[in-house]
């Protein structure tokens, strides 16, 4: 199985109608796309928001990821967050969101884009 887990910055307060409103319709397609195990939305505070999915195969991911939604949603991160960090991996068996955040901050494949 594939998790990917994601961490976004906001760049403003105020723009946080905008973001969870676009997190929201992502979570809710995720939840109905062909091979996802599992989806989680969660935040610190309210700047700093993560997504968190388990998937069957990374085609499956991949094909969200590419999705109508989604791929909107890629666009408007340049707006909305000043930081967007990444990271997807294999695993045998789920993982819990503590974890896969500790992964996200640790390992040398989180991909970290910067948006002025």
Known sequence: MIVSIGEFTL????????????SKQIHLESQQSKGNIDSELSNV???VFYSFTHWETKEDMMDFVHGN???????????????????HFE?????????????LKNSELTRVM???
Do not use: M, V, W, Y
Not at 91 to 103: F, V
């Open 69 to 87: 939604t989604h791929a909107i949603a890629l666009k408007e991160t340049i707006k909305l967050c000043k930081t967007a960090s990444f990271l």
């Open 114 to 116: 910067t948006f002025e």
């Open 11 to 22: 760049k403003k307060r105020a723009l946080l109608p905008e973001f969870l409103k676009l």
């Open 91 to 103: 695993t045998e068996n789920p993982i819990d969101l503590t974890t896969a955040k500790a992964q």
């Open 45 to 47: 505070g309210i700047q």
